[in-house]
């Protein structure tokens, strides 16, 4: 088993041949760790874990019952998690300051019994553990083990992991099937995937007992005393009978958490969307390490909740999310494109829990379909939530703007989970782009090539390294050229992904049999010792998408490669209804052409559609642009020709925010 927070170590990013992935990457070391740094500081996130009192504490909540402040802990954590990710690319003193000071605050702020939450100590100290449902005690401890095992990594101390696992040991004896220990579990999955990590690293026996407790105990309607555990927790702390957070559709709705029902009665994919991919990475994660596992049982509910997800509740973006109330998903096929529109909340962090999921499911089962989803949810659903800059971010991405949402970034948020959560992924997304076994006794490795880049992956086997460089404008160009080096004796094969939107490919030298099995073509070892050196050529060609029939919205919309588009209002200045009004053929023809860097910070291609737009009107009624003595839309100057960006790099030259994805289907 492995974890890329693991393997990208193994991958190195060569600046004599940038990247999408590698700008993006130089970005976040150049701006934004010290960006979101100064923020930390600034908000008092720093220096919370000194356990003093902040002003911010008394504020009345955003959303009862939640503090505002309550996800400090895993702000920072995240921060840090991912700011020795970068540590270990390059030095930075300043960061690495930064890092130590905040572990021995930390330190400091554990409790005797080893408790360790800034909240739950300096705010309301008689209630820990008295709101598992709410209030991210847990959820916050599983950042904190991730941070944990990161700095150990990098530091090679183990001064943060420390007084992690005398966290968890606390956590062991306070939660578990036992009659005097509370048979309760997060409301916001996170510790558990962080606890089999540790695992990993520990071969502790209490880390995997808890966290498979808390996955295969979650849902369990007679959990304590007969009852559902959060039922009972509710009652002991006297909340009304009519007293229900904002988020939660109704009392007892516990689809919200995903704790409706155990796991493997799930039918479809519920409630908040980033707690459910955060749960079902561990209950992959669990698959993979725990013989006990009922392996049928959960990997055909990993199946079905996948694919309800990805068929019936995506977004072409990848989002996942349709609901602002609870942030996550709704009924089957229901995907409005904007606010206005009847939702879309699509938010960064679910993007980035979707790839987890993805790479996860990758391991158990080798199958295209989930790195389609991982690279689409990457480059759309994931970069679109950092500015160019890197210090602007997104929570909510629609697909279409409104008056009331603009297409528009934040410099921060009062919960913040988004900004330091694409951090830590630019920090180990080397991880994401292969994964490999080796064996050493038979001098033997394979690597299977999920994601295309300018990158360099090394492997030790014994006392021989196989090198795999691949080299590539990707996702801008298809072109990707491989050289193989060290493998003389080292028995290697390769895989290579061939996307399902590819309309064709083609590999030099010939191969003597193209046999691709789920999305994979096989290199064998007796190839490559003649090959070392080949080229992947997928053409990258606009073409339209549109969401399933059932979905009920007749839009297309424009994509090349793995990149979604999009229109905005700066290279479509007459708009003035968020393109609501447009309607597009979809036998245009499409022109692609290059755009300097200098525009939004990455060069890229912008695609432009010409005379092959209308809009709507209805009789006399007046609509945009629609003339009320004539019942002919009126076109307005300059509408001849659409001119689409990716939706990655919207919001950055400015603009007035509007902005939209599918555009309506022109009959």
């Not at 956590?171 to 005097?180: D, I, M, R, V």
């Not at 006297?238 to 919200?256: F, I, L, N, T």
């Not at 996948?306 to 995907?335: C, H, P, R």
Request: hydrophobic letters at 35%; one cysteine or more.
């Amino acid at each position: 088993m492995s974890y890329p927070q693991l393997t990208f170590v193994n991958t190195i990013f060569p600046s004599s041949s940038p990247s999408f992935i590698s700008r993006r990457r130089e970005v976040v070391y150049a701006n934004t760790l010290l960006y979101q740094l100064n923020v930390l500081k600034e908000t008092g996130r720093y220096d919370a874990f000194k356990l003093k009192w902040h002003k911010s504490y008394s504020d009345k909540p955003n959303v009862w019952p939640v503090p505002n402040h309550l996800f400090w802990d895993s702000d920072v954590a995240k921060w840090l998690e991912g700011a020795c990710y970068f540590l270990n690319w390059k030095e930075n003193t300043e960061i690495d300051g930064a890092v130590k000071e905040l572990v021995g605050m930390i330190r400091e702020a554990q409790q005797s019994d080893g408790y360790l939450n800034i909240h739950f100590t300096v705010v309301e100290p008689a209630k820990r553990f008295t709101n598992l449902r709410d209030l991210h005690e847990l959820y916050n401890a599983g950042h904190l083990i991730e941070a944990a095992l990161a700095h150990e990594r990098h530091y090679k101390n183990d001064l943060l992991m420390e007084p992690l696992v005398k966290y968890v040991d606390l956590l062991y004896e306070t939660f578990g099937p036992k009659p005097a220990q509370k048979h309760g579990y997060p409301g916001h999955p996170e510790i558990e995937l962080a606890l089999l990590r540790l695992y990993e690293r520990t071969a502790n026996p209490k880390h995997l007992a808890l966290a498979r407790f808390f996955i295969t105990e979650r849902g369990n309607p007679k959990g304590q005393y007969g009852r559902h555990y959060y039922d009972v927790e509710a009652e002991a702390r006297g909340e009304g009978e009519h007293q229900v957070p904002a988020y939660m559709e109704s009392k007892g709705a516990y689809w919200y958490q995903q704790a409706h029902k155990p796991i493997t009665e799930q039918e479809t994919i519920e409630g908040h969307s980033v707690r459910a991919m955060y749960l079902l990475t561990a209950v992959a994660d669990l698959v993979r390490v725990e013989e006990k596992t009922d392996h049928r049982s959960y990997r055909t509910a990993l199946e079905r909740l996948w694919s309800n997800m990805v068929d019936k509740k995506m977004y072409l973006t990848g989002g996942i999310g349709a609901m602002e109330q609870w942030e996550g998903f709704g009924l089957d096929y229901f995907l409005p494109s904007g606010s206005d529109e009847g939702g879309c909340y699509a938010e960064t962090c679910a993007g980035i829990g979707v790839m987890m999921l993805a790479e996860r499911l990758l391991q158990i089962d080798l199958d295209g379909k989930f790195a389609d989803i991982m690279e689409l949810c990457f480059y759309n659903a994931v970069m679109t939530g950092m500015s160019a800059k890197g210090t602007q971010f997104t929570y909510v991405n629609q697909l279409a703007s409104s008056d009331k949402n603009l297409s528009q970034r934040a410099k921060w948020f009062t919960c913040a989970c988004c900004p330091p959560n694409v951090t830590r992924l630019l920090g180990y997304i080397g991880g994401y782009l292969w994964s490999f076994d080796s064996d050493e006794e038979k001098k033997s490795v394979h690597v299977n090539v999920h994601m295309y880049s300018s990158a360099q992956l090394s492997i030790l086997v014994g006392k021989e390294t196989v090198e795999l460089e691949q080299k590539s404008n990707w996702p801008w160009d298809g072109k990707i050229e491989f050289s193989l080096r060290g493998s003389s004796k080292v028995a290697t094969a390769i895989k290579l992904r061939i996307p399902a939107w590819a309309e064709g490919w083609e590999i030099s030298p010939e191969l003597p049999s193209k046999h691709i099995e789920k999305g994979y073509l096989s290199l064998s070892g007796e190839w490559l010792k003649q090959n070392p050196k080949f080229e992947l050529n997928i053409p990258l060609k606009p073409r339209f998408v549109s969401p399933h029939p059932y979905t009920n919205q007749d839009i297309i919309a424009l994509a090349r490669g793995p990149l979604i588009y999009c229109l905005e209002d700066f290279d479509n200045s007459w708009v003035d209804d968020h393109f609501k009004s447009l309607l597009l053929d979809p036998a245009a023809v499409v022109e692609e052409k290059e755009a300097a860097a200098d525009e939004v910070g990455e060069p890229y291609i912008g695609l432009t559609v010409r005379n092959a737009v209308s809009f709507i009107g209805v009789n006399n009624v007046h609509a945009p642009h629609v003339s009320l003595k004539s019942t002919t839309p009126e076109k307005p100057s300059g509408a001849d020709e659409l001119h689409f960006i990716p939706y990655a790099l919207r919001d950055n030259r400015g603009g007035k925010g509007h902005m939209r994805v599918g555009i309506r289907r022109k009959r």
